[in-house]
Structure formats: structure tokens, C-alpha cells
């Protein structure tokens, strides 16, 4: 494994860092070759998982249990969490090692992906979490959606654009006292969704946005940020992807130019 280390391009140190980071460099060194978009069982720690997508499950596995962006304290034991994007389960898996008795609402648009998610919160017993089929939105309706087969759908995305059942997500938060974590993580979708929850987000004590920047469509990071900060929150955040010389390299051939992760928390 060390070999491998090196042949990333990663100092040596890092193989000692945690076991969750050897564990993500063994799985990239076993699942970095593998074709895009075929489904197949992936074992991880004490886990076993279907998997639409080798990259997007590594992607995922690092930023949630190598870095551990949705790590947060709560001063209770069954904090109420609000999964909007919940993909294939591996963020309601993070939070039930984290709070094994928290109350999940986990919301997943695709319904192929919801599959997944279905399937690996049974297969590995992870319980007590309500699952939902319902894109979250700022109407109860439908709403046309692509799809891309992995952790990329969306609102605006123009592939497979099929149409799902939307829930509004403020009709939602009312009916909860307390919420201790938000999660956004939908593809576009943030702004709209947040405007709408304005007046029940003072229910919210942390928050995290996955913010994206379509290619072609307005930015909305200034009024994004603006509803966090007239709602009490402070925030902190950094970009997904980091790229050089951003003047030349503006991302023109990408659908998304720019991704930033968004922590958000109640002032106190």
C-alpha cells in the first residue's frame, strides 16, 4: 500500500494519517481502472455497498469519511438530520456512525439512484431512515430532470431529462422544532430551495451547500450567501475543485465551471 502511496504522488506520512484514508487508497487502487457507469458491489470497512459508479463512489468516500466535511457536534443523541441528495446512502451511513440513533429524511430525485439507496440502507442495516423519491424544490408538483447515471443530476442538467414528483422543502422544516443539520446537496438547485426556506431556516443549526456554477446560467453565490447571513448564520466554505491560472483555465468546456462547499452554522 505504501508502494501505491508513492505512486500517487502522496507523502508517505499519509499511509499513518487514518485507517479510513488507507482504506480510500486501497479502494482507489483497486477501483481507479475500472470502467464509468457500470453498477457493481464495492466492500469498504465493515460495509458493502451497490454502486452505480466507481469514481463517483471514491469521490463521495473521500470527502465523507477521509475528510469527514459532515462531521458536527449535537448536544443530543437522535439529532434530526435532512438529507436533500442523498445518492446511493454512503452521507446517511456517515451520520448514523456518527449518531447511530438520529432521525434521517433522505431525499433522492433519480429514481434509479433511489434504487441503490433503498437497497444499501437494507442490505446494510441502517435504520430509522425515512427515504424519499421527491426532488426537493420550492413547489409540490413535477419537475423535469436529468439524469447522469451517478451523483450529477440535476435541474439543468440536459441528458436523459426525464420528469420526477417535487416536494417543497419549507412545508417540510415547519414541521420540525429543531433541525440539526441541512444538507444541500442539489446540483443547482440551492438557491431556489433556500429562498423558499428563508423564514424555517431559523429552525436550522448547521447547514452544508454543495454550490454549483452551471456554465451558461447566472452565478448565484452572492445571493446565496446573502439568505445565510440574513438568516444568523456564519459561514465558511472552499472549492471543490482548485484549478491554476483561473484567468486563462475558466472552465468554458465544462457544465460546471465552479463547485464550492458551503459550511454553514448558527451563530451562538
Known sequence: MKRL????????????????YREFVRLFGKLRKLPRYKAQNIKFINFDFFVPDAASFLGQFKEIFVEEIF???????????????????????????????????????????????????????????????????????????????????????????????SIKLSDWLKKETTIDFLKLDIEGAELEVLLDCQDTLK??????????????????????????????????FHPVNVRKTPFINQQGDRTIDFQLNIFAHRKR
Not at 439507496?117 to 420550492?138: G, M, P, S, Y
Open 5 to 20: 502511496f508513492l505512486e500517487l504522488g502522496l507523502p508517505v506520512y499519509n499511509y499513518f494519517k487514518s485507517s479510513e
Open 71 to 165: 462531521k458536527f457536534i449535537s448536544n443530543k443523541p437522535d439529532p434530526i438530520i435532512y438529507d436533500c441528495g442523498s445518492n446511493i446512502g454512503l452521507s446517511c451511513l456517515y451520520f448514523k456512525l456518527l449518531y447511530p440513533k438520529a432521525k434521517i429524511t433522505a431525499f433522492e430525485a433519480d429514481p434509479n439512484i433511489f434504487s441503490f439507496l433503498c437497497k444499501n440502507l437494507e442490505k446494510n442495516r441502517i435504520q430509522n431512515v425515512r427515504t424519499v423519491n421527491k426532488a426537493v424544490w420550492d413547489n409540490d408538483g413535477t419537475i423535469d430532470f436529468g439524469t447522469d447515471g451517478a451523483d450529477g443530476g440535476s435541474v439543468y442538467l440536459n441528458t436523459n431529462r426525464i420528469k420526477v414528483e
Open 203 to 236: 429552525n436550522a443549526i448547521n447547514v452544508f451547500i454543495e454550490y454549483h456554477s452551471w456554465n451558461g446560467q447566472e452565478q448565484k453565490l452572492d445571493k446565496i450567501l446573502d439568505v445565510l447571513t440574513k438568516s444568523g448564520f456564519r459561514y465558511y
